[in-house]
């Protein structure tokens, strides 16, 4: 046996007590009755024992860095499914997640098949202006083969610095052979939101994910939508269906747009002192207005907070199926600026004290999606009076009839669940309509 070995198990597990047994000093002193403030020392050498192990007899050289880092990665995974060591690339993929900025391509992609499919190219990036259509199968990226890479890879290999070019060959559907395109990336912005109007009237907002800028980009969609509608609108989607979630601020800032005062959320963790309120200001951005929120099981985090926190005022209903349910907080802590610890210190609970973790925001009206299919009203349709020889007309101005039903039939056939949100706003907007008049 390497000689040298007790002496470095011994200065790893004095490193290790130093480290610990400064941290927690102070919390022996004052609890001495919790077994859990006791400095593991016989687990602290094994963990020594089973380093220095791994150092002499593992069949390849591993680095003291390495093993020490796979170690803090499995310490943390063993805490909760959302604590974890950040190193230095994935600290960089946060920060790009929450600016919403990054080199890239501008493509939305999934994964079918092993295969990279595009979902829709983001409009005025690289990627549109280089030809690329939804549906288009990655099959390489430069001389890469896509098949087996797995999707986080393959954005990876995508991402790169401004200004570099990447070669992508495509198969298409009814294209002869593949297509080949070389892009040259660009800085992408990642909108988080999009909106337009369902009805004259009454607009849908979807936010995709929160990010810093996404309560902005709300403001000016609901500006947009409210000049289009004479100043005001009737109604209003709230479109959270698959959101994951995002930034604590983004969300409470999303919510206080549409809440003139009180709680929004608060978080509680281990300590007595570590409640947060969060609460609203006095501002709407839609004053009166019916609100529907849409969610469903991919709704997460900071959705299930806006949801929770409109619901619990009763400011909007709620439609769609269950939420996720994951309602914990999690504290971004740098260790340097290229590494940092994601570390779960809270739970998020709504205005009346609900916990979100585990549990999911339910909606007041559920709604499966699903599909709607229009019957062929062809042969056998009933006769109408417009259909009688010799009918008399209408009598008022040419034209002036609306096909109310048309607009309403294509919301409902293009996602279900949006054209039974846009039901009940309509069904609101008549009910306040007849209770202020009555």
């Known amino acids: 046996m390497n000689m040298r070995l007790p002496l470095y198990l011994g200065a790893i597990t004095m490193l290790l007590l130093g480290f610990i047994g400064g941290q927690a000093s102070d919390v022996v002193a004052e609890r001495s009755d919790d077994p859990t403030s006791e400095v593991p020392l016989e687990e602290l050498r094994v963990f020594a024992e089973i380093f220095g192990k791994i150092k002499q007899d593992y069949v390849e050289d591993v680095s003291d860095r390495k093993l020490l880092e796979g170690a803090i990665q499995g310490m943390l995974a063993g805490l909760?499914?959302?604590s974890s060591y950040l190193n230095q690339e994935d600290y960089r993929d946060l920060q790009v997640g929450t600016s919403g900025e990054f080199g890239g391509l501008g493509i939305e992609v999934g994964l079918e098949n092993g295969?990279?499919?595009?979902?829709?190219?983001i409009d005025d990036t690289p990627a549109a202006r280089a030809g690329l259509e939804a549906g288009d199968l990655i099959m390489r990226i430069d001389d890469k083969p896509v098949k087996g890479l797995g999707l986080g890879e393959s954005v990876k290999l995508m991402r790169g610095k401004p200004g570099t070019k990447i070669r992508l060959t495509v198969m298409r559907e009814g294209a002869e052979g593949t297509l080949t395109f070389e892009i040259e990336r660009a800085v992408i912005q990642v909108p988080s939101i999009r909106s337009r109007m369902l009805e004259p009237g009454f607009g849908y907002v979807r936010i995709s994910h929160f990010q810093a800028r996404t309560a902005d980009d709300l403001a000016e969609a609901i500006a947009s939508l409210t000049g289009e509608s004479d100043a005001k609108l009737k109604g209003l989607v709230l479109d959270l269906r698959n959101n994951p979630g995002g930034m604590l601020n983004s969300a409470v800032s999303v919510s206080d747009a549409f809440l003139g005062d009180g709680l929004i959320?608060?978080?509680?963790?281990?300590?007595?002192?570590?409640r947060i309120e969060f609460e609203a200001g006095p501002e709407e951005l839609v004053p009166g207005a019916p609100i529907v929120v849409l969610v469903n099981g991919g709704s997460a985090s900071a959705s299930e907070i806006v949801a929770g926190a409109l619901q619990d005022h009763k400011r909007a209903i709620i439609m769609g199926s269950k939420t996720f349910g994951k309602g914990s907080v999690q504290t971004v802590i740098p260790i340097d600026d290229r590494r940092a610890l994601k570390l779960t210190t809270a739970?998020?609970?709504t205005p009346l004290g609900r916990s979100i973790q585990a549990q999911g925001i339910t909606p007041d009206i559920a709604v499966a999606q699903g599909d709607l299919k229009l019957r062929d009203t062809g042969a056998g349709a009933s006769v109408k009076e417009a259909d009688l020889v010799r009918h008399l007309e209408n009598g008022s101005a040419a034209g002036s009839a609306v096909n109310d039903g048309q607009s309403k039939q294509a919301v409902a056939v293009e996602d279900y669940q949006l054209g039974e949100a846009l039901n009940v706003l309509k069904g609101l907007n008549l009910y306040n309509h007849r209770g202020a008049a009555g």
């Open 265 to 274: 959320v608060y978080t509680q963790g281990r300590l007595e002192d570590s």
């Open 115 to 121: 295969l990279v499919k595009v979902i829709a190219p």
């Open 347 to 349: 739970r998020y609970f």
């Open 80 to 82: 909760d499914p959302h």
